[in-house]
């Protein structure tokens, strides 16, 4: 095997200029306004579905795929994105995600024209199809800015930056659906995708202006068949579980992705230990902290984006709220996490990162015990108050997880870590959403006939069945006629109920037994030098 040695980090100067950029703190402004567009469309996407799928004839499962195609491709290319930005620059890689995230959403705005001058292409399929280019420019985005931000920052400074990172996430996540709500409602769905062209405008000024490049000195080239083997492997891990509650967990083509995905994943790991030159140096696993970090941060998305994704519809679906009215119900969770980020950047930096996650992680595992317990007809002080216990918990461990991983990298392997990082959370977030899915799914067929009483006797089968996909999104199609709703809609909607409490009851033990990882953990790297780096 090869052994390179890393480049020792340029040490920064007194007056707090980074490594990366003039100004540290103008850089982090520069890179989050980037990743503000990936956080904004993130929320204004739900919003967004059910006018789109009413404006362009789509169906459920092309709604779907709006959301699954974009995920897709995000989770399969992080990694080798984050790889591309070691090797040909964070800035210039960060940039063309940027520029690239910009485009493909004003060509989603665009879909109805795009189907009208494309012979053969619908609305729909052209916006699905736009939504995966947009998932691949995001995975060039995301990782990079973690990169740029580790290479800027001293390393006692870097959980400061972390929580001045996650408090302007916070703070775009709390606009999403405000400003998605009132651009659906007064304006139209594809108001929601053109908002990115000027915020992708200025983020590309000021990157050019501000961030200086930085990349790896000891790369020469790209592990491709690394490459082949891991987004494979990606792609049948995350195809399974987007398609297992169609299939079925037990069903033939859903044991034989995940088997691929064993096969390919094994192949890879051979293949990193022999490669001069992979693209995910295992030495880097070798540090206990970033093994753990990665776990935590699979598990916490596993439990957040899972349970979190069955709020939507119990506001929207059991509520009959409105998507602006939806979206304020949301607003004290990430507008918690304004204030919740820096403090736990602070916290972290005092107390250590083992102990401010493990408390975060328990704080969080109360907040979703409380929104286990939240009653039909909840008001909006009883949803806020476990709203905020989460954003305060889950800052700690989003904040934590980030700095031990990319905080632990070699600053050389930084985009590699920061690709480890956002695709843990893009995995854990489609397990979650799938495994609870379908926990909630089986709740609500077994719960579903009691609430029906001796009426679902007499339902036909299959009209059971979509009684039981429509409790799944918290209540009956537009159009049902009014005397099926007033018959069968309360029991549809304590159904959901059931099944959305036992989704948070499930997160509840997960976050509970994540805690103890944490006992396992140590602080970021706090000097600016870099350990050798073991290639191959």
Known sequence: MAHVKAVDAPPASESGAGRAGGNPWLVLLAVSLGVIMVMLDGTV????????????????????????????????????????????????????????????????????????????????????????????????????????????????????????????????????????????????????????????????VMGVLLIKENRAQTLARIDWLGVVLLSGAMFALVWSVIKAPEWGWGDGKTIGFLAGFAVLIAAFVFWQSRARQPL????????????????????????????????????????????????LRMLPMSAGMIVASPLAGMLIGKLGAKLTMAIGLVITAGSMFLMSQLSIDASFIESAVPFVLLAFGLSPVFVGATEIIVGNAPVELSGVAGGMQQSAMQVGGALGTAILGAVMAGEIADKLPGYLGPAAQQIPAAQLSLLEKAAAFGGLPAGTPEQIVKAVGPAVHNAFMDGMHLAFLVSTGVMLLTAALTLLVKAGRKSDQSAPVHMG
Do not use: C
């Open 45 to 204: 996407v739900g919003i967004a579905n059910p006018v789109i799928g009413r404006e362009l004839g789509a169906s459920l499962s092309d709604l779907q795929w709006v959301t699954s195609g974009y995920l897709l491709a995000l989770a399969v290319f992080l990694i080798t994105a984050g790889k591309l930005g070691d090797l040909f620059g964070h800035k210039r890689v960060f940039l063309i995600g940027v520029a690239g995230f910009a485009l493909s959403s004003i060509g989603i705005g665009l879909s109805q024209e795009l189907a009208d001058v494309i012979p053969g292409l619908s609305p729909v399929g052209a916006l699905i199809g736009l939504r995966v280019l947009q998932g691949l420019f995001g995975a060039l985005l995301q990782p990079n800015a973690l990169a740029l931000l580790r290479g800027a920052f001293p390393g006692e400074k870097l959980n400061q930056a972390m929580g001045a990172w996650g408090a302007i996430i916070g703070l775009s996540s709390a606009a999403g659906p405000i400003v998605g709500g009132l651009l659906v409602e007064k304006v139209s769905w594809e108001s929601v995708f053109f908002i990115n062209a000027p915020v992708g405008i200025v983020a590309l």
């Open 280 to 327: 995910i140096p295992l030495s880097l696993f070798r540090n206990l902290s970033v093994s753990i970090g990665t776990v935590l941060m699979m598990m916490v998305a596993f439990a957040m984006f899972g349970a979190m994704f069955f709020l939507g519809f119990f506001f929207q679906g059991v509520h009959g709220l409105t998507p602006l009215e939806a979206g």
